[in-house]
Structure formats: C-alpha cells, structure tokens
C-alpha cells in the first residue's frame, strides 16, 4: 500500500528565512499533490495542488515543487513569518476512478519572531 | 463566505453510547467525504457520497459505524456502540468536483471514556 513521509513532525525557522517542508511518498503514482494547512483546533484547509506532469506550482510566498522520479514534493514558504506557525499536510491524487485522498501525517512549522 | 458546518463541535461520552455527528457541506458540492484524525494514523477517509449515493465506506468498520446522506444539506455518521479506541477529531469536507481539492469542517473532536 501506498506511503507517504512527510520530513519530520516539527520545524523551528527563524522568521524572515525559507522553510522547506518535504512530502515523500512510496508504492504509489499519483496524478496529482496537494499541500493543506492545518491550525489547532480546525480542519485543513487547500493551499495548491500539483500535477504529476508540473515541475513547480507558485502562490504568492508559497512554492511547490513535484519530482516523480524522486517520488517527493517540495513545499517552500519563503519570507516566513509568525502568522505561518501550523501543521502542513501533503496529500496524494489518484490517477483515475476513486476519489481517495491519501494524507501524510504532517509537520508542524513554528515560525520564531 | 461558504463554509462546510459540523455539529457537535466536541463530545464527550462513555463507552457503549451511540453517538451522532452532522455536517451540512457547501451548497452545490456533489462530493461529501467523512474523515477521521489521530495523532498516530493521520487523517484516514472513513467513507464518501457524490450526489448522496455512497461510493466508498471501505474505511469504515461496518459492525458499528455508519454514514448516511439523507439529503443534499445533511450528511451523518454514526457510531453505535461507540468504543474508547474511537476517540478522535472527525472531519466532514466537500468538493464540488471540479476543483480537486476537499473543503473541511472544523471538526467534532469525540472521546469516548
């Protein structure tokens, strides 16, 4: 079965400087990424979706890159701020049929003032 | 501003009680999905509807749970008898199809003593 890693359960940045935040994945092809946030106490909410055939996917401070050959995505927000602090979830799309999202268990990004 | 509501936003019950949850998705989304999340499995789908018809509840342990659509503004899931190992955050999210991503409630957070 599919598995997704996602680079490890807490990230400190410094505000100011680029947090990076890596999505790997296993046993799986998806067509598409997702990237969601995550606050305390509320459900996630979509910030960009990939396609397996996008090398880099840009929203204002946020940037994703998509390697399949490397299996992983890689999230940028850049110029981080406090505001930023939540948990990150990656999210892999199936190419066709179900509608299944499968979700990484996600990294929790404290941004220090 | 069109959000995806869940009623109750916190329960507290003891084992062997039936509990109910509620979400009313987005007007227009023809895609309810019922998610639930720990901290040790991430956000796991427990079962989903596209124009109220179930089309995947393989998440689901049939023996107690169960999802219903008993109309296009509401959506239930179901835990008769409830167990403590079904403590949890429940998550309601819609899509309207087109868009690729979910759109999720803020969550019933249940504990079951």
């Known amino acids: 079965s599919q598995k997704i890693e996602q680079n490890s359960e807490a990230l400190n940045i410094q505000e100011g400087k680029t947090a990076t935040l890596t999505c790997n994945y296993t046993?799986?092809?998806?067509?598409?990424l997702q990237w969601y946030r995550q606050d305390p106490g509320r459900g996630p909410v979509f910030l960009l979706l990939i396609r397996e055939n996008e090398k880099e996917k840009r929203k204002e401070r946020l940037k994703v890159t998509f390697d399949t050959t490397l299996k992983q995505s890689l999230f940028h927000i850049t110029a981080s701020q406090p505001a930023d602090s939540a948990t990150y979830l990656c999210a892999l799309g199936p190419q066709t049929g179900a509608n299944n999202l499968f979700f990484g268990t996600g990294t929790r990004l404290t941004v220090i003032p | 501003d069109a959000r995806v509501t869940q009623t109750p936003r916190h329960k507290v019950t003891e084992m062997g009680q039936e509990v109910t949850m509620r979400c009313q998705p987005i007007l227009g989304h023809n895609t309810v999905f019922w998610y639930r999340q720990t901290m040790m499995q991430g956000l796991e789908l427990l079962a989903y509807f596209r124009n109220r018809a179930p089309l995947d509840d393989s998440g689901m342990p049939k023996d107690r749970f169960s999802a219903e659509m008993p109309d296009a503004t509401l959506a239930t899931l179901k835990i008769q008898p409830s167990e403590p190992r079904d403590s949890a955050v429940y998550f309601c999210?819609?899509?309207?199809?087109?868009?690729?991503?979910?759109?999720f409630g803020p969550g019933t957070r249940l504990t079951v003593t």
């Open positions: 046993n799986y092809s998806p067509a598409y």
């Open positions: 999210a819609s899509d309207p199809g087109t868009s690729g991503h979910r759109y």
